[in-house]
């Protein structure tokens, strides 16, 4: 072919292929099939390899295109993106628009209800119909260069359609549709990697990706909702985007309402409530903003968001199922929790085959029965539960589950004796060496925040231990690529390995974690009652691990304890803890002369015996043996009285900006402040994100401080 002719074909393959395009995700009206769309898009491929001049760099092809990044480069947006306030509640809705009314006396004030869709804020800015770059919220003035994931989405187009505006900065919502959502889960599940918790992670995930191959692989798709900066764009009503964004060629919302009194607010945010279920992407709420852009000038802005918008969050989402079958799992500690498997649904964004019923009083609490019809909820990340029996709906001769009988005295897995716990109302397998648990504390040594060993999930933690290559966590360490590699992930019938490539991802983790602080083995190792926190407090007072197996810290707020039970003078005790900074005096009067300690006598007790247990020295000794050496993050005395967060008590809600909550927590920790997880009164700050949840409102009632991302950055840097 003659390069005049390869240039016209390919014009006209690439207006094809973006014609196909914009009927399948903008119309949803295919006209032709996957194979006949696949053959034009592989003509494409062929010929811009033959003639590599004339790829263009808005060819379809070019979506996929770009290496992996090292890391993003920041975008500043031309206008903020800002957040909305949240609520649950319609009368707070109605006071919303009872308190624009006051602000604009005798005006009409028409407002747009639109889905909250559930994922990720985006940005993108199109000049002169070209799409130039694409950048997250990030802190609301600067965001991640994301442009060449955001071009992997094939909903978006590179220009937009018709008579393009000079400047059009665009802006909407990123999300993983349910479907693909489910079928990228499955897949996950079945390579043993970590599932996403709900849509909004997974899209989250995806668009943080720095290889673009991989984003392009995921199902995602986008919603615009605003603009940010303009330039030849002339609209006066938000009502009058919609249009415009089709338009141009840019996904919008599927449905909108415009409002003009509370009741239609409140009647439109009920009807997307019965509509949103079947949309393609996750909902999580209603948008309600003023329509007149003029009218939203004049209602201007608080310190966070705009005063012309509010969104209204639906409660969690319950729905109705078939309780199947209960099983009995066997947790870390050996408590046997028994768990119902249900008739796969859909709530908030996953499907639920599972959900806790918690304990054996809790089954009969609610008198819950194999093939009773049963009410559940999930809400966000939580983990679905059971709320309640639809009585009405119980099949004839259901009976009782009795789960004494069930489990006949023997662990399920194992088939040693259970002993029934009195301190936790539950029964315990006692076998240390049962399967089960050393499966689930191997995936606990692995998880995020304790060793973040991610290729170590449910099934290859799962696999290693069945195959007998891990009998405990720190095998983990003696474990060699060849071995890992052949690992068969899938059944005898039907094998699948694990792989070199995997392999060495996975022992380069491994490897890593040997570094790790403290504060995170200390986690990882599950101690009874030492969670995160406590971690990090232990770490903080402690050289190295054999220091915390046989502190005298610990020791002396046992014997502290023990002294004030049976009335005997316990000064000496408290001042050498206080002076090591462990303990501070009580100023509560029932304790008098009391002192509070660092680590109660529970935790005191439970962390020596763990090291005193043979299980405990067993691990000193490995440790010692691997070289394993985790460094404490302990600051001399006088020193933590003088970092500036000393004594400080934050809490943290909603998703920030730029960095992670545990990232967040670090940094509160290292500049000794502490981070509790409920607002009090005590409490003297509430770094709140986006999305916040029910501890900013309990904070406002509080009055205590609220503070965003830029306003803690600025506390670190103080
Ligand atoms: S408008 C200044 N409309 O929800 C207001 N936001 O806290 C800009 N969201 O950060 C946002 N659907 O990520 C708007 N239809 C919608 C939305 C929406 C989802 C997200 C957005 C925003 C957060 C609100």
Same mark, same amino acid.
């Given at each position: ?233 002339? $609209? ?43 949309? $393609? ?438």
């Amino acid at each position: 072919m003659e390069e005049k002719e390869a240039a016209k074909r390919l014009r006209e393959l690439r207006g094809e292929i973006r014609k196909h395009d914009r009927l399948y995700y903008e119309e949803a009206a295919p006209v032709i099939n996957d194979r006949e769309y696949d053959r034009l898009y592989r003509e494409l491929v062929d010929l811009e390899k033959q003639f590599p001049d004339l790829v263009t760099p808005d060819s379809p092809t070019q979506r996929v295109g770009g290496k992996p990044l090292e890391a993003f480069a920041q975008i500043q947006h031309r206008v903020p993106m800002l957040s909305l306030d949240n609520t649950y509640s319609e009368g707070e809705v109605a006071n919303f628009y009872k308190r624009i009314t006051r602000l604009l006396p005798n005006e009409k004030i028409p407002v747009v209800i639109e889905p909250k869709v559930d994922g990720v804020a985006v940005s993108l800015l199109y000049e002169n119909g070209r799409l130039r770059h694409a950048a997250t919220r990030g802190d609301g003035f600067v965001g991640d260069d994301i442009t060449q994931n955001i071009k992997t989405i094939r909903s978006i187009p590179e220009r937009l359609r018709g008579a393009a505006p000079k400047l059009f900065e665009a802006r909407g919502e990123v999300y993983m549709d349910k479907h693909g959502f489910e079928k990228l889960n499955e897949e996950r599940r079945k390579a043993g990697l970590p599932l996403f918790a709900n849509t909004r992670n997974a899209a989250a995930g995806s668009l943080k990706h720095l290889d673009p191959s991989i984003v392009a692989k995921r199902p995602l798709g986008i919603v615009f909702y605003g603009t940010g900066g303009t330039e030849g764009v002339d $609209v006066d009503l938000h009502s009058e985007i919609f249009g415009l964004f089709k338009k141009v060629g840019l996904p919008t919302s599927e449905r909108w309402w415009l409002a003009k009194s509370v009741d239609e607010i409140l009647n439109a945010i009920h009807e997307l409530d019965r509509l949103r279920h079947n949309f $393609v992407y996750q909902t999580d709420g209603a948008v309600v903003k003023v329509d007149s852009f003029q009218q939203r000038e004049g209602l201007g802005f608080t310190a966070k968001s705009p005063r012309w918008a509010i969104a209204y969050k639906y409660a969690a989402e319950r729905v109705e199922t078939r309780l199947n079958d209960i099983i009995i799992q066997v947790g870390r500690t050996g408590i046997l929790t028994p768990v119902a498997v249900l008739e796969p649904v859909l709530v908030s964004g996953s499907t639920v085959g599972r959900a806790t019923l918690h304990n054996e009083d809790e089954i009969k609490r609610k008198d819950i029965r194999i093939g009773d019809t049963v009410v559940i909820e999930k809400a966000g990340e939580v983990i679905p539960a059971v709320i309640e029996v639809v009585k009405s709906k119980r099949p004839r001769g259901a009976t009782p589950f009795n789960f004494s009988k069930h489990v006949h005295g023997k662990c399920p897995v194992c088939g040693e004796p259970i002993r029934r716990d009195p301190q936790f109302v539950a029964w315990r397998c006692e076998n240390l060496h049962c399967p089960a648990q050393t499966t689930r504390r191997v995936e606990f040594f692995a998880a995020r925040g304790a060793l973040d060993i991610e290729a170590v999930g449910g099934i290859v933690a799962d696999k290693l231990v069945e195959r007998g290559l891990v009998r405990e966590p720190l095998d983990l360490f003696e474990l060699k690529v060849e071995q890992l590699a052949k690992l068969n992930l899938g059944t005898e019938e039907a094998p699948r390995v694990f792989g070199e490539k995997n392999a060495t991802k996975a022992i380069h983790a491994i490897d890593r974690a040997r570094t790790l602080p403290l504060s995170r083995w200390l986690f990882a190792l599950a101690i009874p009652d030492v969670g995160k926190t406590t971690a990090t407090q232990l770490a903080r007072f402690h050289d190295d691990i054999e220091d915390v197996a046989h502190s005298q810290l610990l020791r002396d707020v046992l014997n502290y304890r023990e002294k004030r039970e049976q009335k005997q003078n316990a000064t000496e005790i408290a001042d050498r803890l206080i002076q090591a900074g462990f303990a501070k005096r009580s100023k509560s009067k029932a304790e008098k002369d009391g002192i509070v300690t660092e680590v109660g006598p529970v935790v005191a007790e439970s962390v020596l015996n763990f090291f005193a247990s043979m299980t405990g020295k067993k691990i000193l000794r490995r440790l010692k043996e691997l070289g394993i050496q985790p460094k404490s993050e302990k600051v001399s005395m006088k020193k933590a009285a003088e970092l500036p967060l000393a004594g400080k008590t934050f809490v943290l809600t909603g998703t920030l900006p730029s960095i992670t909550r545990e990232e967040a927590t670090e940094k509160i920790e290292a500049l000794g402040g502490h981070v509790s997880s409920s607002v009090s009164k005590k409490t003297d700050y509430v770094l709140a994100g986006t999305d916040p949840g029910s501890k900013f409102d309990k904070a406002k009632q509080l009055s205590v401080r609220i503070i965003d991302e830029a306003e803690f950055r600025k506390l670190l840097a103080r």
